[in-house]
Nanobody
Framework: QVQLVESGGGLVQAGGSLRLSCAAS????????MGWFRQAPGKEREFVAS????????YYASSVKGRFTISRDNAKNAGYLDMNSLKPEDTAVYSC????????????????????WGQGTQVTVSS
């Protein structure tokens, strides 16, 4: 069974940090690029960051660039999103996703680039 499971969400004060993890199972993780998306109440799901299958190429939304870092450990079948200098507007449900890496590029910002999605983890940033 192909599955992505996120963890690490929670409540944090503005300016704080969190690390989200994404555990993959049932797929050859090293063949897949990975992305993080978020959805705030009443808003569309939006791209946050993505990384190619080797971890060597990353993309970030302008709203998080310089504050968030995406990474992965293929030996552990895991991906991560380190979030620093958190702001109340970062409050959302964060989901990881995986898509076959046939040449990872800016198209990785599109939801349609992904084949598998996790259920999401809530991140709440208080002011």
């Amino acid at each position: 069974q192909v599955q992505l499971v996120e963890s690490g969400g929670g409540l944090v004060q503005a300016g704080g940090s969190l690390r989200l993890s994404c555990a993959a199972s049932g797929l050859t993780f090293s063949r897949y690029g990975m992305g993080w998306f978020r959805q705030a109440p009443g808003k569309e799901r939006e791209f946050v960051a993505s990384v190619n299958r080797s971890g060597g190429t990353t993309y970030y939304a302008s709203s998080v660039k310089g504050r968030f870092t995406i990474s992965r450990d293929n030996a552990k079948n895991a991906g991560y999103l380190d979030m620093n200098s958190l702001k109340p507007e970062d409050t959302a449900v964060y989901s990881c996703a995986a898509g076959l890496d046939r040449g990872w590029g800016p198209i990785s910002q599109l939801k349609t680039s992904y084949d598998v999605w996790g259920q999401g983890t809530q991140v709440t940033v208080s002011s």
